[in-house]
């Protein structure tokens, strides 16, 4: 998907199971409050390796895995071969691969129309032990995304040709996966964005920081995600003062929000009122990511989680956004 507007360098990660990662992006992109990164080929391959290994690990049918292939320009037509595991939904316990076929000539001028994807067949097993992507002209590379949950289910479309964009960077996984914002923490406590350089907090930066670390039991972390969300809601009604959320599965997910004098939205309405769906879910991510750091109840209420009673016996809590300035 093409991008618009300004882009920053920053890095992104997915919890803490892939990354982080530099890259480009554009902040305001959003997909559900999620970010678009774009990556060079180098990073492309970092990640490949780290989704490789989450497969081997936790199996295919949970991971989407991510491939790289070289060639030359002057290489003949390959085929190549992807395992994707056993299926877990087959009685006969069937090996699922994908089967890439490459007209190296082309990929310089478009790949996505120079490769094939398509589930693997005996015949190009066998074509894919006859050629080897050889020759001595330029460097070709071909990026294949397989998401094998649908691939098990049989789905013709469940694997992707990344192309590469004009300043030559790969978008890998936006629009889909829950990339966010890698942080740095400032030895003051004060946790930021990676592309935020200097801390809000106090005169050091990202490259004074040292072995600066958050408090251990996460409250530093929560009160962050406190202020962030209500940065985020602010943008729209600056005199937001408070939110309730609930807590399910881990996924903080807001349910009000309100100023000094009334709640102004409340998620059992039919619209956002004031907000929009990308401002409501971005609070939602930056309280997610703020709740990885918790330690348990303490550390909530420290960090200005005020847990409150909810008769459905879902965790719910209140928080409080930070005063603003004066000149505000």
Known sequence: M??????????????????PFDCKLNPNNRWNGWLSPYFTLDTARELSAQTLRIADEYGYDCADTVHVIDGREDSGDTVHIIEGGTNPYSEEHEQVAIAVRIRWRNVGRNVTTAVTVAHATPNDRKASRRRKATGRSARRTVIVKAAWQWLYEGSATAADVIAPGRDGLYGIGGWEWTWHFASWWCACGEGM?????????????????????????????????VRKAGDILRELVPNATAAGLIVEDGHPRLISVATAD?????????DYGAFDYE?????????????????????????????????????AYAIKFPALPREW
Not at 7 to 16: G, H, K, M, Q, S
Request: proline share 2%; glycine share 12%.
């Open 279 to 315: 401002r409501i879910g971005g609070a939602d991510e930056a309280l997610r990511r703020a709740l990885l750091f918790s330690t348990g109840p303490e550390s909530l209420r420290t960090g200005g989680w005020k847990a409150i009673q909810n008769d459905q016996g879902t965790e």
């Open 2 to 19: 093409a991008r618009t507007g300004e882009t920053i360098e920053t890095r992104v990660c997915i919890d803490d199971m892939l990354g």
């Open 193 to 225: 964005d990676w592309h935020e350089y200097d801390c809000t907090n106090c005169h050091l930066n990202r490259d004074s920081k040292k072995d600066g670390k958050p408090c251990a039991c996460g409250c530093d972390a929560l009160r962050e995600g």
């Open 262 to 270: 009334a709640i102004v939205w409340t998620n059992d309405e039919q």
